[in-house]
């Protein structure tokens, strides 16, 4: 099983591998076709229209996880009733949330006028944005939902290339409409083929992987009944998930009320890079999730917790590097792939940094958790998103962009960096939690210290006016980042020794 979870995790990371390479270069050439032919606005007006819309989907919070975490033992156990039938489940509250969703909308609808008021696009355009944007969420919940099955069954490497496949035509076929002067209509009505396609193509590679998947045929209210435990972590999940809602979505709105809109683009064009890197962070770690879900289920504590350090020691020093690489290169790279014009001041910088960090780093704790099914801390999230929603108005107020990053990361360190592992550690691994706090600051004083020196002697370098030499001086200072916290993390820490034997052994093919 240990093998077969270990094979799987290396298909999925091939092949995310693979399309996120695809997707930097396709995004990367994309986002700079979109800003010169649509402009700052029309780019900020439609992050924000995603971002207005993803607070009305609040109501799907939680159904995803909780309904992939109760379908490993089924798989597991290969027992096809019952994933069916929390499919099926699913199927059920999700057509009610598409319901509210409709419901939810046509207030916004009418207030989208008094929202955007002096924009540069039309108001149809608005309307019509929207409405699109709208239908992406409508297939997902009335049609896509299943694909949480191929998810939590660890075959993701079947689905992703016909859906990433589907978004880069979809992109392509934008861009060489806005060469050929359709502007953002033929862009906006990509969007919507785009969403159709994709409903095709989902359906397409279930039937085909799943030929006995169907519809259950008990009534709705006999299932709910049967899955009420079910029911009742979903509601837990829904309040888990509005801290993380409300640290993704609310900073480009908080932002567009404090500063501009065009301060939107500004901050979208370092989130997107900053997103890229969680991607490739994701990528590596590819199906940790089911993989850990399935080693809880076979009760080995042991092993677990070898493997929770092994996960969390090669976690933090990959995201250190990222985040090290992201602080030396960022700024040349938008200069060059951008303008300078679109730089943020080194301060945002620091701050955006700090918070990407965190989100990359989280997911192991999140992810032992999530297994463990440890909902039950419902007054957690609430404070994450009170936290952050109150610290970033009244310092973004106060200080402006900076003001509303500082007051997401302080979410962050008091949720998720204290609390959560405190509660996985005590309910669910039932190992002293000191333990953790004792790793966490022996891995942070090695990644910081190691950075603070090394920053330190390649601002004492003379560096020339040549921008790809000033690239490549940096570069070299990353290597030497990572071959410095590399060694010194394998001296100190099981973890790093663990994860060094695993890569041995896969680079060798000794699974």
Request: aromatic share 14%; glycine share 6%; net charge positive.
């Amino acid at each position: 099983m240990a093998a077969s979870r270990t094979k799987r995790t290396l298909q999925n990371s091939k092949v995310s591998l693979i399309l996120f390479v695809i997707q930097i270069l396709v995004g990367f050439y994309s986002r700079k076709v979109f800003l010169e032919y649509l402009g700052d606005e029309v780019i900020g007006l439609n992050t924000t229209l995603g971002n207005i819309l993803s607070f009305l989907n609040l109501a799907e919070l939680g159904i995803g996880i909780a309904m992939a975490t109760s379908l490993y033992k089924p798989i597991h156990d290969e027992d096809q009733q019952t994933i069916c039938e929390i499919l099926t489940v699913q199927g059920i509250l999700y057509k009610r949330i598409a319901w509210i969703l409709c419901l939810l909308s046509i207030p916004v609808l009418v207030g989208l006028p008094y929202i955007f008021p002096s924009t540069n696009c039309s108001i149809v355009y608005v309307y019509i944005a929207y409405i699109v944007f709208l239908s992406g969420s409508l297939f997902s919940y009335l049609w896509n939902y299943r694909q949480v099955l191929i998810q939590a069954d660890q075959k993701n490497y079947k689905l992703m290339p016909w859906i990433h496949g589907t978004r880069y035509v979809k992109v392509i076929i934008q861009i060489i409409l806005l060469y050929t002067n359709y502007g953002i209509w033929g862009w906006i009505f990509m969007e919507l083929i785009g969403n159709i396609a994709t409903v095709f193509v989902i359906n397409h590679v279930l039937r085909k992987e799943y030929p006995w998947l169907q519809r259950s045929t008990q009534p709705a209210s006999t299932l709910l009944s049967k899955y009420k435990d079910l029911i009742t972590k979903t509601k837990q999940l829904f309040v888990h998930k509005i801290g993380s809602f409300v640290l993704e979505q609310t900073a480009p709105l908080i932002i567009y009320a404090f500063v501009s809109l065009s301060m939107v683009t500004y901050y979208g064009n370092y989130m997107m890079l900053i997103g890229y890197t969680v991607t490739l962070m994701n990528v590596i770690f590819e199906g940790m999730g089911a993989s850990i879900g399935n080693l809880v289920a076979e009760n080995n504590k042991s092993h677990t917790m070898e493997v929770f350090w092994e996960l969390f020691t090669s976690r933090l020093w990959i995201a250190g590097i990222a985040c090290f690489g992201l602080y030396l290169l960022i700024g040349p790279f938008i200069s060059l792939w951008l303008s300078p014009r679109y730089l943020l001041s080194e301060t945002s910088l620091l701050l955006l940094v700090m918070g990407m960090f965190i989100r990359i780093t989280r997911s192991v704790v999140d992810s032992f958790k999530n297994a463990y099914q440890l909902f039950a801390d419902v007054w957690s999230p609430i404070a994450e998103a009170g936290i952050n929603l109150g610290g970033s108005i009244l310092l973004g107020y106060l200080w402006g962009l900076n003001g509303i990053l500082l007051g997401s990361n302080l979410s962050l360190i008091l949720i998720v960096l204290v609390w959560k592992p405190y509660y996985t550690f005590r309910y669910g691994l039932k190992s002293p939690v000191r333990l953790y706090f004792m790793q966490y600051i022996l891995h942070l004083a090695i990644l910081l210290g190691c950075a603070w020196i090394i920053r330190t002697g390649v601002m004492n370098l003379p560096m020339e006016d040549n921008i790809y030499l000033h690239i490549t001086i940096l570069s070299i200072t990353l290597l030497a980042y990572i071959v410095c916290t590399g060694m010194l993390l394998y001296i100190s820490t099981s973890g790093m020794r663990s994860f060094s034997h695993r890569i041995i052994k896969i680079t060798t093919h000794k699974l």
